[in-house]
């Protein structure tokens, strides 16, 4: 399933950059169960909060749909 893939790519960009998920949830005004639950492939994020998340990783929105 697409969310699964997608929350898996986007804990692996986090994990290479050693945030943890608590210190990442906040530093892009996210609350960290909602942030954990897209990790985990629950959610279906809106493209606004794709967007907050790439930004807060620093790396282009295409980076996050790598291999996907």
């Given at each position: 399933?697409?969310?699964?893939?997608?929350g898996n790519r986007i804990k692996q960009i986090?994990?290479?950059?050693?945030i943890s998920q608590e210190k990442?949830?906040?530093?892009i005004e996210m609350d960290r169960t909602y942030y954990a639950s897209v990790e985990n492939g629950k959610r279906n994020i809106s493209i606004v909060n794709i967007e907050k998340i790439a930004k807060g990783l620093e790396v282009p929105l295409e980076e996050l749909f790598k291999g996907i």
């Open positions: 399933m697409i969310t699964t893939k997608f986090r994990l290479s950059k050693g990442f949830a906040l530093s």
